[in-house]
């Protein structure tokens, strides 16, 4: 079955590191999106991608990038990673503009 | 501004019980209504969605929702819940061509269903 994929599930990391976070789709789909979501924010967008070498900005970009190398694989990378961006965050894959998106299971980001 | 507002942030409600999650939006255009549940320490997953066509949307696990659009609403019920149906619950909608397939969120209600 066709599915989405993050990984890790969980990961503590220190204030300043680099991280990396993957997303990994097996639909085919051209549309892939990153979230954050944080009590009282419901879920907010950090960065969205409509193919290969396209990406975008969301609401809440500041210190996040994407790239776009292959339409299964979106990976989000926290350059200098702060404790405001401790939080869980999911991607998602949509088929095309009117669709629905499906999400992964989510990371666990802690940042001390 | 588009907007997705859920009016309650949290409804407790005994099992067998109905319910009625509340959803409104604001949007200059047509647009996709969705409602996505989460379940603890899960992704979400969508239950159901409205793109045209008649106003009354059933979804999964019972859940259905109608699209009011003079009163740009999407409200989701059910008519008895059960204890597995604690969650939180998202609206989302989608403003079509303007956005490209963006979703915008609401800020999530918590369902309880007591025993």
């Known amino acids: 079955d066709a599915e989405i994929t993050q990984s890790p599930r969980h990961k503590i990391t220190e204030t300043g590191r680099q991280v990396t976070l993957a997303c990994h789709q097996t639909w085919n789909h051209n549309n892939m999106f990153w979230y954050r979501q944080d009590l009282g924010h419901g879920l907010r967008l950090i960065h969205y991608?409509?193919?290969?070498?396209?990406?975008n900005k969301g609401e809440v970009s500041d210190g996040y990038s994407v790239s776009r190398s292959n339409t299964e694989d979106l990976p989000l990378t926290l350059e200098s990673a702060a404790s405001s961006q401790t939080s869980v965050y999911f991607c998602?894959?949509?088929?095309?503009?009117?669709?629905?998106?499906?999400f992964g299971p989510g990371t666990r980001l802690t940042v001390t | 501004a588009q907007s997705v507002t859920q009016l309650d942030s949290q409804v407790p409600v005994f099992e067998e019980a109905p319910v009625e999650l509340r959803c409104n939006y604001s949007s200059s255009v047509s647009v996709y209504l969705f409602w996505y549940v989460q379940y603890p320490n899960q992704g979400l997953q969508l239950l159901l969605k409205?793109?045209?066509?008649?106003?009354l949307v059933k979804g999964i696990n019972g859940f259905e929702a109608e699209f009011n659009k003079s009163q740009t609403s999407f409200h989701l019920r059910k008519p008895s819940v059960h204890i597995s149906d604690t969650a939180e619950y998202f609206c989302?909608?989608?403003?079509?061509?303007?956005?490209?397939?963006?979703?915008?969120f609401g800020q999530g209600t918590i369902l309880t269903v007591h025993p």
């Open positions: 991608s409509y193919g290969v070498q396209d990406t």
């Open positions: 989302a909608f989608n403003a079509g061509g303007t956005s490209y397939g963006k979703l915008t």
């Open positions: 998602a894959s949509q088929i095309g503009p009117a669709g629905e998106q499906y």
């Open positions: 409205y793109l045209s066509g008649s106003t």
